[in-house]
Protein backbone atom coordinates (compact mmCIF):
# COMPACT_ATOMS: atom_id res chain seq x y z
CA UNK A 1 0.00 0.00 0.00
CA UNK A 2 0.98 3.68 -0.86
CA UNK A 3 0.81 6.55 1.58
CA UNK A 4 -0.44 9.50 -0.31
CA UNK A 5 1.53 12.48 0.24
CA UNK A 6 0.08 15.98 -0.18
CA UNK A 7 2.28 18.57 -1.12
CA UNK A 8 1.66 22.28 -2.16
CA UNK A 9 1.53 23.05 -5.66
CA UNK A 10 4.31 26.05 -6.50
CA UNK A 11 2.84 29.53 -6.00
CA UNK A 12 3.51 30.11 -9.58
CA UNK A 13 4.21 27.95 -12.08
CA UNK A 14 4.93 28.77 -15.97
CA UNK A 15 3.96 26.30 -18.48
CA UNK A 16 5.94 26.40 -22.08
CA UNK A 17 5.59 29.78 -22.29
CA UNK A 18 6.06 31.49 -25.83
CA UNK A 19 5.36 34.82 -26.44
CA UNK A 20 5.59 36.68 -29.96
CA UNK A 21 4.24 40.13 -30.25
CA UNK A 22 2.39 41.09 -33.64
CA UNK A 23 3.36 44.40 -35.48
CA UNK A 24 1.86 45.16 -38.57
CA UNK A 25 5.17 44.47 -40.62
CA UNK A 26 7.21 41.94 -38.53
CA UNK A 27 6.33 39.63 -35.51
CA UNK A 28 8.93 39.31 -32.62
CA UNK A 29 9.25 36.45 -31.18
CA UNK A 30 10.02 37.37 -27.33
CA UNK A 31 9.89 33.73 -25.27
CA UNK A 32 10.58 30.85 -26.48
CA UNK A 33 8.91 28.16 -24.07
CA UNK A 34 9.75 29.14 -21.05
CA UNK A 35 9.02 26.71 -18.23
CA UNK A 36 10.00 27.50 -14.81
CA UNK A 37 8.90 27.24 -11.15
CA UNK A 38 8.92 30.13 -8.69
CA UNK A 39 8.85 29.04 -4.44
CA UNK A 40 7.45 30.78 -1.39
CA UNK A 41 9.91 32.14 0.46
CA UNK A 42 12.37 32.86 -2.20
CA UNK A 43 13.62 36.03 -3.33
CA UNK A 44 14.51 35.09 -7.03
CA UNK A 45 16.26 37.91 -9.51
CA UNK A 46 16.02 38.34 -13.11
CA UNK A 47 19.04 39.19 -15.47
CA UNK A 48 19.14 39.52 -18.76
CA UNK A 49 20.37 42.30 -21.60
CA UNK A 50 17.82 45.35 -22.67
CA UNK A 51 15.07 43.82 -24.81
CA UNK A 52 15.40 40.25 -23.91
CA UNK A 53 11.86 40.47 -22.75
CA UNK A 54 12.31 40.87 -19.25
CA UNK A 55 9.52 42.82 -18.90
CA UNK A 56 7.31 41.09 -21.01
CA UNK A 57 7.94 37.77 -19.00
CA UNK A 58 6.99 40.19 -15.83
CA UNK A 59 3.77 41.52 -17.71
CA UNK A 60 2.67 37.66 -18.45
CA UNK A 61 3.96 35.96 -14.89
CA UNK A 62 1.80 39.12 -13.25
CA UNK A 63 -1.31 38.47 -14.98
CA UNK A 64 -1.09 41.87 -17.04
CA UNK A 65 -1.35 40.04 -20.60
CA UNK A 66 -1.35 36.37 -21.47
CA UNK A 67 1.18 34.13 -23.27
CA UNK A 68 0.69 33.23 -26.92
CA UNK A 69 1.42 30.07 -25.89
CA UNK A 70 1.42 27.84 -22.41
CA UNK A 71 0.19 28.93 -19.45
CA UNK A 72 0.44 29.72 -16.24
CA UNK A 73 -1.02 28.43 -12.86
CA UNK A 74 -1.01 30.38 -9.75
CA UNK A 75 -1.56 27.60 -6.54
CA UNK A 76 -1.94 25.15 -8.73
CA UNK A 77 -4.72 26.83 -10.37
CA UNK A 78 -4.37 27.90 -14.28
CA UNK A 79 -5.10 31.97 -14.08
CA UNK A 80 -7.48 31.55 -16.65
CA UNK A 81 -9.76 29.80 -14.36
CA UNK A 82 -9.07 31.76 -11.97
CA UNK A 83 -9.52 35.31 -13.50
CA UNK A 84 -6.79 37.71 -14.14
CA UNK A 85 -8.38 40.45 -12.68
CA UNK A 86 -9.08 38.37 -9.61
CA UNK A 87 -5.49 37.41 -9.68
CA UNK A 88 -3.91 40.64 -10.02
CA UNK A 89 -6.35 42.08 -7.20
CA UNK A 90 -5.44 39.52 -4.46
CA UNK A 91 -2.18 37.31 -4.85
CA UNK A 92 0.31 39.64 -6.88
CA UNK A 93 1.36 43.43 -6.52
CA UNK A 94 3.71 45.03 -9.71
CA UNK A 95 6.11 47.42 -9.19
CA UNK A 96 6.20 49.04 -12.39
CA UNK A 97 9.66 49.74 -14.55
CA UNK A 98 7.50 53.11 -15.35
CA UNK A 99 6.00 53.26 -11.77
CA UNK A 100 2.56 53.86 -13.15
CA UNK A 101 1.24 56.30 -10.71
CA UNK A 102 -1.76 57.95 -10.07
CA UNK A 103 -0.01 61.62 -11.35
CA UNK A 104 -3.49 63.46 -10.23
CA UNK A 105 -3.01 62.22 -6.24
CA UNK A 106 -1.03 62.55 -3.06
CA UNK A 107 1.76 59.40 -2.62
CA UNK A 108 -0.52 58.58 0.42
CA UNK A 109 -3.65 58.79 -2.01
CA UNK A 110 -1.65 56.41 -3.80
CA UNK A 111 -0.87 54.28 -1.37
CA UNK A 112 -4.06 53.88 0.43
CA UNK A 113 -6.02 53.90 -3.38
CA UNK A 114 -4.63 50.44 -4.33
CA UNK A 115 -5.05 49.02 -0.53
CA UNK A 116 -8.74 49.80 -0.95
CA UNK A 117 -8.73 48.12 -4.48
CA UNK A 118 -7.40 45.49 -3.15
CA UNK A 119 -8.81 45.45 -0.16
CA UNK A 120 -5.76 45.27 2.25
CA UNK A 121 -6.76 45.63 5.78
CA UNK A 122 -3.65 46.23 8.41
CA UNK A 123 -3.81 44.31 11.15
CA UNK A 124 -3.92 47.11 13.29
CA UNK A 125 -5.20 50.65 12.85
CA UNK A 126 -6.31 52.44 9.65
CA UNK A 127 -5.10 52.18 6.06
CA UNK A 128 -3.85 55.64 6.23
CA UNK A 129 -1.87 55.07 9.44
CA UNK A 130 -0.35 51.93 8.01
CA UNK A 131 0.23 53.94 4.50
CA UNK A 132 2.15 56.72 6.13
CA UNK A 133 3.85 54.31 7.91
CA UNK A 134 5.61 52.37 4.64
CA UNK A 135 6.28 55.13 3.16
CA UNK A 136 8.18 56.75 6.27
CA UNK A 137 10.09 53.37 6.43
CA UNK A 138 11.28 54.05 2.93
CA UNK A 139 12.36 57.74 3.86
CA UNK A 140 9.16 59.75 2.17
CA UNK A 141 7.77 61.83 5.69
CA UNK A 142 4.70 63.07 6.16
CA UNK A 143 4.87 66.39 4.12
CA UNK A 144 6.22 64.01 1.28
CA UNK A 145 3.26 62.14 1.49
CA UNK A 146 0.86 64.42 1.80
CA UNK A 147 2.52 66.13 -1.80
CA UNK A 148 1.30 65.70 -5.33
CA UNK A 149 3.58 62.84 -6.67
CA UNK A 150 4.08 64.76 -9.99
CA UNK A 151 6.07 66.82 -7.13
CA UNK A 152 8.67 64.17 -6.25
CA UNK A 153 11.93 62.97 -7.98
CA UNK A 154 12.10 59.98 -9.82
CA UNK A 155 13.91 57.82 -7.06
CA UNK A 156 11.01 59.40 -4.59
CA UNK A 157 7.96 58.23 -7.33
CA UNK A 158 9.82 54.92 -6.95
CA UNK A 159 9.79 54.56 -3.29
CA UNK A 160 6.11 55.36 -3.68
CA UNK A 161 5.43 52.92 -5.54
CA UNK A 162 7.31 50.39 -3.75
CA UNK A 163 5.33 51.15 -0.97
CA UNK A 164 2.03 50.89 -3.00
CA UNK A 165 2.99 47.50 -3.50
CA UNK A 166 4.27 46.33 -0.37
CA UNK A 167 0.88 47.90 1.44
CA UNK A 168 -0.92 44.92 -0.70
CA UNK A 169 -1.05 41.99 1.25
CA UNK A 170 -0.26 39.61 -1.63
CA UNK A 171 1.09 36.29 -2.35
CA UNK A 172 3.66 37.31 -4.83
CA UNK A 173 5.41 40.52 -5.49
CA UNK A 174 6.66 41.49 -8.79
CA UNK A 175 9.09 44.57 -9.34
CA UNK A 176 10.91 45.89 -12.57
CA UNK A 177 14.24 47.26 -12.13
CA UNK A 178 12.89 49.00 -8.66
CA UNK A 179 16.47 50.59 -7.82
CA UNK A 180 17.32 51.54 -10.90
CA UNK A 181 16.87 55.68 -9.24
CA UNK A 182 17.68 55.16 -6.04
CA UNK A 183 21.33 56.01 -4.13
CA UNK A 184 23.16 53.22 -2.86
CA UNK A 185 21.62 53.24 0.80
CA UNK A 186 18.11 53.54 -0.32
CA UNK A 187 18.81 50.79 -2.31
CA UNK A 188 19.93 48.15 0.14
CA UNK A 189 17.17 49.43 2.60
CA UNK A 190 14.83 48.38 -0.37
CA UNK A 191 16.81 44.60 -1.01
CA UNK A 192 16.68 44.31 2.47
CA UNK A 193 12.94 44.55 2.54
CA UNK A 194 12.72 42.62 0.04
CA UNK A 195 14.58 39.82 1.36
CA UNK A 196 12.32 39.91 4.59
CA UNK A 197 9.15 39.17 2.75
CA UNK A 198 10.58 36.06 1.29
CA UNK A 199 11.75 34.91 4.48
CA UNK A 200 10.15 36.52 7.22
CA UNK A 201 6.28 36.34 5.46
CA UNK A 202 6.83 33.53 3.38
CA UNK A 203 6.13 35.82 -0.13
CA UNK A 204 7.90 35.21 -3.30
CA UNK A 205 9.60 38.11 -4.30
CA UNK A 206 10.55 38.35 -7.98
CA UNK A 207 12.74 41.24 -9.25
CA UNK A 208 14.41 42.10 -12.63
CA UNK A 209 17.42 44.13 -12.34
CA UNK A 210 20.62 44.97 -14.04
CA UNK A 211 22.61 44.94 -10.71
CA UNK A 212 24.68 42.41 -10.14
CA UNK A 213 24.97 43.98 -6.17
CA UNK A 214 21.06 43.28 -6.20
CA UNK A 215 21.58 39.58 -7.75
CA UNK A 216 24.37 38.27 -5.47
CA UNK A 217 21.84 39.15 -2.36
CA UNK A 218 18.76 36.83 -4.06
CA UNK A 219 18.14 33.48 -3.19
CA UNK A 220 17.95 32.35 -6.80
CA UNK A 221 19.19 34.00 -10.23
CA UNK A 222 17.91 33.42 -13.00
CA UNK A 223 19.19 34.77 -16.57
CA UNK A 224 16.69 35.45 -19.72
CA UNK A 225 18.39 35.00 -23.01
CA UNK A 226 17.40 34.62 -26.62
CA UNK A 227 14.07 34.06 -25.32
CA UNK A 228 14.97 31.46 -22.07
CA UNK A 229 15.02 31.53 -18.91
CA UNK A 230 17.54 29.71 -16.83
CA UNK A 231 18.50 29.21 -13.56
CA UNK A 232 22.36 30.53 -12.89
CA UNK A 233 24.65 27.35 -11.65
CA UNK A 234 25.98 29.05 -8.45
CA UNK A 235 22.52 29.72 -6.80
CA UNK A 236 21.90 27.69 -4.26
N1 LIG B 1 3.91 46.02 -27.04
C1 LIG B 1 4.93 45.62 -27.81
N2 LIG B 1 4.79 45.46 -29.13
C2 LIG B 1 5.80 45.03 -29.92
N3 LIG B 1 7.04 44.73 -29.44
C3 LIG B 1 7.25 44.89 -28.13
C4 LIG B 1 6.21 45.35 -27.24
N4 LIG B 1 6.72 45.39 -25.99
C5 LIG B 1 8.01 44.99 -26.08
N5 LIG B 1 8.31 44.70 -27.37
C6 LIG B 1 9.62 44.18 -27.85
O1 LIG B 1 9.88 42.97 -27.16
C7 LIG B 1 11.25 42.89 -26.81
C8 LIG B 1 11.39 42.70 -25.31
O2 LIG B 1 10.94 43.89 -24.64
P1 LIG B 1 10.94 44.01 -23.06
O3 LIG B 1 10.39 45.34 -22.73
O4 LIG B 1 10.26 42.83 -22.50
O5 LIG B 1 12.53 43.94 -22.75
P2 LIG B 1 13.33 44.16 -21.39
O6 LIG B 1 14.21 42.95 -21.21
O7 LIG B 1 12.39 44.49 -20.30
O8 LIG B 1 14.25 45.42 -21.73
P3 LIG B 1 14.82 46.61 -20.77
O9 LIG B 1 15.94 46.00 -19.96
O10 LIG B 1 15.31 47.62 -21.74
O11 LIG B 1 13.68 47.11 -19.93
C9 LIG B 1 11.91 44.15 -27.35
O12 LIG B 1 12.51 43.83 -28.59
C10 LIG B 1 10.77 45.11 -27.53
O13 LIG B 1 11.02 46.00 -28.58
MG1 LIG C 1 12.10 46.23 -19.16
Known sequence: MTTATTTAPPVLHLAGISHTYSGQRR???VLRDVEYTFE???FYTILGPSGSGKTTLLSLASGLDTPTRGSIAFNGQD???????RYRNKHAATIFQQYNLLTYMTALQNVTTAMEITGAKPATGSR???????????????????RNV?????????????ARALACDV???FADEPT????????????????????????????????????AQSDRVLNLRKGKLTEQANTP
Do not use: P, W, Y
Open 180 to 215: GNLDEGTAQGIIDTFSDLAHQQDKCVVVVTHSQRLA
Open 79 to 85: LSHLGLG
Open 40 to 42: RGT
Open 128 to 146: KARALQLLGDIGLDKAMAT
Open 171 to 173: DIL
Open 150 to 162: MQLSGGQQQRVAI
Open 27 to 29: RTT
